[in-house]
């Protein structure tokens, strides 16, 4: 019930596509959903975050799309950079706890 | 600002032996963590304090891990003794109070990677 599901496992798009990573959780009581972003030998890096009282947030290129009846939510970037290139992580947790439950990442390369 | 500072960068050891990380978090951040890191896989919290104060180690192998966070600062992570298992990139991150949520962004440092042979 703690585990956060990520998909796909990696993904290879071109310049200007639009790469979307899927995300699942079991657990109700999660209420703060955070995408991070890790570059080679980097630590992983705040995105962009999302609550279940919306369903859908944008910054910039990034969107999340919130599903909170299906447990489900997703990271788009818009017109993708090859600088995008990075393993991007979904997260999940509750305010009770506060403890960050992370997916098993998804390694992105955008191509020129 | 200074980021989250760890250090060594990398360690290689010998199974059995051990090994000692240190982290100095952002100043004025209430919050520390440690995460193990395996290759492919996402961070995994091994243990949390508030201030000098652990909140949570409930994934912290307490048999061979072993952290402190003395006077509310620096933080050290200790294994002994290492097994092939522990070889995994060790992450240090701070926020400015507990729970990671807005105006609470968890800030990672870059990581202490340790190879176990």
């Known amino acids: 019930q703690q585990q956060v599901k990520q998909s796909p496992q990696s993904l290879i798009v071109q310049k200007g596509g639009i790469p979307i990573i899927n995300c699942a959780y079991e657990?109700?009581?999660?209420?703060?959903f955070p995408w991070y972003q890790q570059f080679p030998g980097k630590g992983p890096a705040l995105l962009i975050a999302?609550?279940?009282?919306?369903s859908e947030k944008k910054e910039g290129r990034f969107t999340i799309s919130f599903n909170k009846s299906a447990k489900q939510f997703s990271l788009h970037i818009m017109d993708s950079q090859p600088g995008d290139s990075a393993t991007y992580f979904c997260?999940?947790?509750?305010?009770?706890?506060?403890?960050?439950?992370f997916g098993q990442g998804t390694e992105l390369s955008v191509k020129p | 600002e200074a980021g989250v500072a760890q250090s060594p960068r990398y360690k290689i050891i010998e199974k059995r032996q051990s090994v000692a990380f240190w982290c100095n978090p952002i100043?004025?951040?209430?919050?520390l963590y440690w995460y193990q890191q395996i290759l492919g896989q996402g961070p995994k919290l091994l243990i949390q304090?508030?201030?000098?104060?652990?909140?949570?180690d409930s994934q912290l192998p307490k048999d061979r891990f072993s952290a402190e966070r003395l006077k509310g600062v620096d933080s050290t992570l200790k294994i002994q003794p290492a097994k092939l298992e522990d070889s995994a990139v060790y992450l240090c991150?701070?926020?400015?109070?507990?729970?990671?949520?807005?105006?609470?962004?968890?800030?990672f440092g870059e990581g202490s990677w340790l190879t176990v042979v």
């Open positions: 991150a701070s926020s400015l109070n507990r729970g990671p949520y807005s105006g609470n962004t968890i800030y």
């Open positions: 657990n109700t009581a999660f209420d703060y």
């Open positions: 999302i609550r279940p009282d919306v």
């Open positions: 997260a999940a947790s509750s305010q009770t706890r506060g403890k960050l439950i």
């Open positions: 100043s004025g951040h209430a919050t």
């Open positions: 304090f508030q201030n000098n104060g652990v909140v949570d």
